[in-house]
């Protein structure tokens, strides 16, 4: 740029302007917070050009369409750089590795524990956090590596066991899964990997006990 010329962060070179879905090399567009002199925020749920102008059917432009979709792209794959990818939890040369996502992380650490505790059974888990970006790379590596990969859901049609298989290739040798509405406990876990583990079943569906 020329001396002294500066970037305006929120749009071009030395103007005012406010281009809110501007293009960027990392696909993170610059917002203005409410409190800042000269810039309107401009909100689009349809396709926009940078200046947040819709680009409908009545007026498109193929061109910056694209140019928007591949801005968004970008955009994950800058996050996906910047947050922390699952590690493996227990010893490596585990015979069965437990994977799960969100809500069930606590659940299965607790029955790792109880597995290698009271039953014998060394287990390690991969708590997957992030669904979308996914760190395929990473997950990949990890599960390529274990004996037994059991997957370990809250709902009826293995939803998650199925996106994983879909980003790495990977298919689980076994599933827990729960959809009654209410969570796991550690015992359903352990008595179902027990099952699993002696060749009884694939797919375990365990019961929750109610007290009256």
Known sequence: M????????YGGANDSSY??????????????????PGHIHVAASDEHDEDGTLISDEFTNPTKRRLMVEKRARKMETVLAQI?????????????????????????????????GEEGIVANQLAIKWIAPFHTAEVTRILSRSKKIIIIENNFSGQFARYLRSETGIAAHGHIR???????????????VKEQLAGKSELSVPHHEIHV
């Open 178 to 192: 729960k959809y009654d509405g209410e969570p796991f406990m550690p015992h359903h876990i352990v008595n179902a």
């Open 2 to 9: 020329p001396n002294g010329a500066s970037e305006n962060p």
């Open 19 to 36: 281009l809110r879905y501007k293009l960027t090399e990392s696909g993170i567009s610059p917002r203005a917070v409410p409190g800042v």
């Open 84 to 116: 922390a990818p699952p590690k493996l939890v227990g010893p490596e040369n585990a015979a069965v590795t437990l994977v799960g996502w969100g809500s069930t992380e606590g659940v299965i650490r607790e029955a790792v524990e109880k597995l290698a």
